[in-house]
């Protein structure tokens, strides 16, 4: 795998904000970041909102200790999707984009503005299995165990 560094949106990639009940993961969501940790890669969550908000869902799912760093548009003064959110991220992890891959359920806020510093995207199409994204991913997955399958092929 050529990925270092993992950029992973929190809310409905990892965080089921759709749950009646607070602080539900998405299926298979421990599995991958342990996939992730297993393979040597750095965890970042890369999410609009603010920091505390991110670290009371992270402690919920208690996964305040997965990561190497939390990154919310918050500190970054702009949000996803802009291009400036992305190269803070790439800044403050110390991260190159050609070994970063950015893992996100929203096309517009995480597939394009990480594809606009040339970072590699998978979008996860949780919502609408069969919908096509109007521009370029480089990798579409339905599930997150789809997203360790891509490797083991």
């Keep these: 795998m050529k990925y270092k560094d993992i950029f992973i949106d929190l809310d409905n990639t990892l965080y ?3 749950s009646p009940v607070a602080g539900i993961p998405i299926e298979g ?6 996939y992730f940790r ?12 603010m920091l505390q908000e991110r670290m009371d869902k992270l402690f919920a799912l208690h996964l305040e200790k997965a990561f190497d760093t939390v990154i919310c548009s918050e500190m970054a003064g702009v949000e996803k999707p802009d291009r400036a959110f992305f190269e803070y991220a790439l800044r403050m992890t110390k991260s190159l984009p050609e070994t970063t891959l950015m893992i996100g359920d929203n096309y517009d806020t995480d597939i394009i503005g990480a594809a606009a510093v040339g970072i590699d995207t998978i979008l996860y199409n949780r ?4 919908w096509m994204p109007p521009g ?7 599930k997150l165990k789809e997203i ?5 092929k």
């Design 148 to 152: 360790m399958q891509l490797w083991q």
């Design 29 to 34: 969501a421990y599995e991958l970041l342990q």
């Design 127 to 130: 919502w609408e299995p069969d």
């Design 136 to 142: 370029p991913v480089t990798y579409r997955v339905n």
């Design 38 to 49: 297993d393979a040597g890669c750095r965890l970042h969550i890369c999410s609009n909102g």
């Design 16 to 18: 089921d904000t759709k």
